[in-house]
RNA sequence: GCCCGGGUGGUGGAAUCGGUAGACACAGAGGACUCAAAAUCCUCCAGCACGAGAGUGCUAUACGAGUUCGAGUCUCGUCCCGGGUACCA
């Protein structure tokens, strides 16, 4: 192992501290006596502490998963030592391709192989020290789990969210499997390098995009980490546009002519098939010179002319065989014409039709107006394909000038051009006007469109929990009844995919023919199961209800934890598990089963935590190993100098010396309470800066700035251990009380030998008395001509007046104030400014 | 490309409202204690210049402008690093 932890302090423990006894005293204690486990039904100000489960692989507890719990674990013991009764749960995300892959690799059952893993991620995480109540632990493969995430699919169903559609998907012919997109690298399966095809299967999807618009509102109102909001935001990718329709003209009289479309007028009859674009840029469409439709659009072959048919042909087959990711990150723009010719209904004069993969079916109508000069990808393919290019929108200076080698995106401050009546106008009204008029002729009109998609839920894999549907000859699809749930996973020896591209669920003959529960005959049952990200849309209901085997969550448990007070985890999620939760939430609310629409009040997005400035990774050997540094250096050491190593919501760096300063830190601590006398009285300035401590670590918790929290209480123990200093009781008492919620095991330890017989965490917090903050006298800067040239020392209440005198008679400062002052800037008690 | 973060000593990082830049800690140097070491405690620790010294002056928060009595903090422009996203019409 390279990742070695540095030693621990050499010695016989001088301080007497010896963190794994008083650890491992103290959790036995918590778990004996239910010190974590909140009474749910009726414990005062409830407040739920979330964090994000982890997936538990086979390596173990990842110090990133750490930073993460430990922060939410502060978080929590803060709230409960300001009174409130707090829930803090845990559980795991276990089904999933990951583990089906691991276990595929390692020739283990991932029904073997998870409960191992969990195993080992509940040792770790009980070790750390987590306020977790154990008793409503959780996993999603667990079937009295995903029974209940069954329950929530037929939900959806049962509102008319969920719908099967064909869609295609990454297909890898070597592995004979299914990709998801991160899977594809550069048009090749990552495992085998086969290049990957596209397939269309049948598929199961929840229409999230009937909540776009309702998702994006909400986010106005939630306290959330503005990041992840602005990535919600984008994701929804809301935009407001028209939708246009264009006339195909009849071109069947002319077959052969195709390219020319100068002699059209006059020879074609209007047909009735019209091509809807969707456009945000109306005010354009007198640029619009041609239009191309996605080669999966409906009505490329009813448009193609005899002509360009094989040509067509032949591209369609190509973008079909291409690869998802591939087709969506080339640049490279390719088409082909289709012979067919559309009106512009603005100009009136005829356009060609062509097909492009740079159109994609599954944003708009699946077709556009191509506007060269004014979009850079049009104007690519019009540059390629030599299509005309005409200008319609003119800047401040460059209203004449030709377009050049790029398109002309600005908008602001520009105004229309050869656009007949509509010239002048700027950008935003000539869009207006045009839609108004187009509409009034029946040929546009507004639309809202979201780049957002409807989520694809079907998985051809083994590893998750099925989907819970079955399909007879005579009923159809038939919802399996909520009371035959669940529809448990069989235990399949093979379950790796095979060529046929569905589940490998379809193989287990005894499992997968079944009874229709509607008319009693034959019926099959749905092979796919769901998206991991469905359970963990509302694991979050499931804590604290967890006991409960009736029902999915207990409507007076719900109503009185939720919505979840507090939740902490990684921006990597930022979209889709916080938005599908969302998303799931909002259903099962206008279902009537929940009174809120929101599942997390509050959520802050953690940072990520690299080591010695380089990322962790299996590959480069520098991943931190837990419990190395928490057999060395204790629990507390580590949480606290997790905390301690840079500002939560931005992450760290882990330095393997640093943990040093957080235990000599501790052993003072220890020291300090050993040492402490109870005769005579605390001193005044040490109780001082004691209540500035109190109020500074009070504020900095509640906004997660822990790294200053510990550097005020580091702070404070140099003051009251300042020269060996022996230190009072009650100077010290406090201290225990602050550190509490970063090393708990020790805090503990320390408040029983102050005397106390019950748990510091029911000893509330401590108070300052703001009295007691402030100082007689201030240090105050003063400036001359805005340069700092001394400080000088003044009664709290002293005016301007005493502060001029006192800056003046120092000879330092005074010597810079050549001449009578033009300007005094006087900040009582901050600073003094004399301008010269 | 676009969208978010971020750039401060040898290092991790402080500076909450525009008011003494560098808290706290790591590393380093020196000292006390000790036979010695460890542990502990104390002192020093941005750069440059001048000074025997106490000290004094100047320059410093990626770079360049600007606003202001005063800018790490606000505005504009540029560069670099990290994360997310990817032809969204």
């Given at each position: 192992m390279t990742d070695q932890a540095p030693p621990p302090p050499a010695g016989d423990l001088p301080s007497g501290y010896d963190p794994a006894a008083v650890e491992r005293k103290w959790q036995e204690r918590w778990q004996a006596e239910g010190t974590n486990s909140p009474d749910l039904a009726n414990g005062k100000d409830p407040f739920y502490a979330l964090m994000m489960f982890p997936y538990p692989s086979a390596e173990g507890l990842h110090v990133g998963n750490l930073f993460a719990f430990t922060g939410n674990d502060i978080h929590g013991r803060f709230q409960r030592l300001q009174g409130h009764t707090v829930f803090q749960p845990f559980g795991f995300d276990a089904f999933g391709i990951h583990s089906e892959n691991y276990a595929i690799k390692v020739g283990i059952h991932p029904g073997e192989l998870i409960p191992r893993n969990i195993d080992n991620f509940r040792r770790q995480v009980q070790r750390t020290g987590l306020m977790v109540d154990w008793r409503h632990e959780l996993s999603t493969t667990d079937p009295s789990y995903y029974k209940w995430t069954q329950w929530v699919f037929l939900q959806l169903y049962k509102q008319g969210l969920a719908y099967k559609k064909a869609a295609a998907v990454n297909w890898c012919p070597f592995d004979k499997t299914v990709l998801a997109n991160e899977q594809v690298i550069g048009g090749a399966c990552e495992r085998c390098g086969t290049m990957v095809e596209q397939r269309f299967l049948e598929q199961w999807f929840f229409r999230i995009t009937d909540y776009a618009g309702r998702l994006l509102a909400n986010l106005e109102s939630l306290d959330w980490s503005d990041s992840t909001r602005t990535a919600q935001r984008n994701w929804i990718g809301k935009s407001e546009g028209a939708e246009i329709e264009f006339v195909v003209l009849d071109v069947l009289e002319f077959a052969g002519s195709a390219t020319a479309s100068a002699g059209l007028s006059g020879e074609v009859a209007v047909s009735t098939t019209k091509v809807r674009v969707f456009t945000t840029r109306a005010d354009t469409i007198f640029g619009a010179t041609y239009l191309v439709l996605s080669p999966e659009h409906p009505l490329v072959h009813s448009i193609t002319s005899d002509g360009q048919r094989d040509a067509v042909e032949a591209y369609l087959a190509r973008a079909a065989k291409q690869d998802l990711v591939t087709r969506k990150t080339s640049k490279e723009k390719t088409g082909v014409f289709t012979g067919a010719y559309a009106t512009n209904p603005a100009t009136g004069q005829p356009i060609p039709i062509w097909i492009a993969d740079y159109v994609l079916m599954e944003y708009g109508t699946g077709a556009i107006m191509a506007v060269p000069a004014h979009d850079e990808r049009d104007h690519e393919f019009a540059t390629i394909y030599g299509l005309p290019i005409v200008r319609v929108i003119g800047g401040e200076d460059a209203a004449n000038s030709q377009i050049g080698d790029?398109?002309?995106?600005d908008t602001a401050h520009c105004h229309l051009v050869n656009s007949e009546r509509f010239n002048g106008l700027s950008v935003e009204d000539g869009a207006a006007a045009i839609v108004t008029e187009l509409a009034a002729r029946h040929a546009a009109i507004p639309v809202v469109n979201y780049r957002l998609h409807d989520w694809c839920i079907s998985r051809q894999r083994y590893w998750g929990p099925p989907i819970p549907i079955t399909y007879c000859d005579a009923c159809g699809v038939v919802p399996v009844p909520e009371d035959q749930l669940p529809v448990l996973l069989p235990p399949i020896d093979d379950f790796r995919p095979d060529d046929s591209g569905v589940s490998p669920l379809a193989r287990h003959a005894e499992w997968y023919h079944t009874t229709c529960s509607s008319c009693g005959g034959p019926a099959r049952r749905e092979t796919d199961v769901s998206d991991t990200f469905l359970d963990s849309a509302w694991y979050f209901l499931r804590y604290p209800s967890s006991d409960r085997d009736d029902v999915a969550f207990d409507a007076a448990l719900t109503k009185r934890w939720l919505p979840v007070h507090s939740y902490i985890g990684g921006n990597e999620h930022a979209v889709l598990h916080l938005l599908y939760s969302r998303f799931v939430t909002m259903v099962l609310h206008d279902a009537g089963f929940i009174d809120f629409e929101e599942p997390f009040t509050r959520f802050r997005a953690h940072g990520m935590i690299v080591r010695e400035g380089a990322k962790m990774s299996k590959s480069k050997g520098n991943v931190v190993n837990p419990d190395d540094y928490i057999t060395q250096w204790g629990a507390d050491a580590f949480r606290t100098y997790l905390m301690f190593l840079g500002p939560y919501e931005e992450g760290g760096d882990f330095r393997d010396k640093g943990i040093s300063g957080v235990k000599r830190f501790l052993d003072r601590l220890w020291r300090s309470v050993q040492d402490a006398r109870t005769d005579g009285d605390v001193e005044p300035e040490v109780q001082r800066k004691l209540h500035q401590t109190i109020r500074k670590v009070g504020e900095d918790i509640p906004r997660l700035s822990y790294n200053t929290a510990i550097a005020a209480m580091m702070e404070y123990m140099n003051t009251m251990r300042s020269g060996e200093r022996r230190p009072h009781v009650d100077e010290v008492r406090p201290l225990v009380q602050l550190v509490s919620p970063f090393a708990p095991h020790i805090a503990e330890e320390l408040w029983s030998v102050l005397g106390h017989t019950t748990s510091v965490f029911d000893a509330g917090w401590p108070a300052y008395d703001p009295a007691l903050l402030v100082e007689s006298t201030v240090t105050m800067a003063v400036q001359v001509g805005g340069k700092t040239r001394g400080t000088i020392t003044l009664a709290r209440t002293g005016t301007q007046e005493d502060a001029m005198a006192a800056a003046l008679a120092d000879p330092a400062i005074a010597k810079f104030v050549t001449g009578a002052p033009r300007k005094v800037i006087f900040v009582p008690g901050r600073m003094l400014n004399i301008v010269v």
């Open positions: 790029a398109a002309f995106t």
